[in-house]
């Protein structure tokens, strides 16, 4: 999308999507079924990876120190060693 809508804004326009007709209502499903999509492990950084990063920068809560620590929760064989 271009823009972004709150949850609350998406769900007024699913219902306005079910009751217009039956392809509309099958656009209703699908943008339902995305807003329930979500990782489990979204803006979650691994305590292992949080603490190896807070040794390897001198700033914790940066936009580098908070990169690294989730490209190591990605893939931490390649970050701790």
């Known amino acids: 999308m271009a823009f ?3 949850n609350k804004q ?6 306005q999507l079910r ?4 392809t509309h209502a099958k656009q209703a499903d ?3 079924s995305a807003m329930q999509l979500k990782s489990p492990m979204k803006g979650k950084i691994s305590e292992p990876c ?3 990063a807070k ?3 001198k700033v914790w809560p940066s936009a580098y ?3 690294w620590g989730v490209r ?3 893939n931490p064989r390649k970050f701790l060693k």
């Open 4 to 6: 972004k809508l709150k």
């Open 65 to 67: 120190a908070s990169g």
């Open 19 to 22: 009751t217009a007709s039956k």
């Open 55 to 57: 040794r390897k920068f």
């Open 50 to 52: 949080k603490r190896a």
């Open 72 to 74: 190591c929760t990605r």
């Open 30 to 32: 699908k943008i339902e």
């Open 10 to 15: 998406i769900k007024e326009i699913v219902n």
